[in-house]
């Protein structure tokens, strides 16, 4: 035997149609906020990451500057002086 639907009310058929649009659009908008929020996380990491690199490149840069000329006038007579520099493999003194 067919089971046949009765015509339903109109009324109901909108509030049907409604509702699926209101879901459709909460849908839409939890998207779109969903894809805001990763480009905001994007964009902030971003410039904790550039202001690192310049303060790095700030510090590097100061650093060289700040070493200035060796102490030797204040050494007494007959004294060696061993020069430290850094290198790829640690610290070398010569």
Same mark, same amino acid.
């Given at each position: ?16 149609? @409604? ?16 894809? @805001? ?44 002086? @061993? ?12």
């Amino acid at each position: 035997m067919v089971h046949t639907r009765a015509p339903s009310d109109p009324v109901a058929s909108l509030l049907t149609a @409604l509702r699926m649009g209101v879901a459709l659009a909460v849908q839409v908008l939890a998207g779109l906020m969903l894809v @805001l929020v990763a480009g905001l996380v994007a964009l902030v990491t971003a410039i904790a990451g550039i202001t690192l690199a310049a303060a790095a490149i700030a510090m590097r840069l100061t650093a060289a500057r700040r070493a200035g000329p060796s102490q030797a006038s204040a050494m007494p007579e007959g004294a060696i002086t @061993l020069e430290a520099r850094r290198t790829p493999r640690g610290w070398t003194v010569e």
